[in-house]
């Protein structure tokens, strides 16, 4: 069992930043692929960053060169740098643990969201 809880969220302009916080907690935080997903209401949530156990990370292409995900797993935490804020990044975001094990299986842990707001 993992425990994800988000923090950073908030209401900024276009063309500002902002660091999105997930402290995990529960299980071995370094063996788990940590994802952040994004979603509008009434839309599907989407993938918006990836990091594995190895460090490799992907992006949705609408995020790429904007967005930074990093782990740091001495304090169990992933982080999400947003950088050049636009509107239509304004979403409920999410962080997300999985993991495959060998028979697999795969196990997904989601936080409760937090919210991000880009507008003038």
């Known amino acids: 069992q993992v425990q994800l809880v988000e923090s950073g969220g908030g209401l900024v302009q276009p063309g500002e930043s902002l660091r999105l916080s997930c402290a995990a907690s529960?299980?071995?935080?370094?063996?788990?692929?940590m994802a952040w997903y994004r979603q509008v209401s009434g839309k599907q949530r989407e993938l918006v960053a990836a990091i594995t156990s190895g460090r490799s990370t992907n992006y949705a292409d609408s995020v790429k060169g904007r967005f930074t995900i990093s782990r740091d797993n001495a304090k169990n935490t992933v982080y999400l740098q947003m950088s050049s804020l636009k509107p239509e990044d304004t979403a409920v975001y999410y962080c997300?643990?999985?993991?495959?094990?060998?028979?697999?299986?795969?196990?997904?842990?989601w936080g409760e969201g937090t919210q991000v707001t880009v507008s003038s």
């Open positions: 997300n643990a999985n993991r495959v094990y060998e028979s697999g299986t795969r196990a997904d842990y």
């Open positions: 529960g299980s071995i935080f370094s063996l788990y692929t």
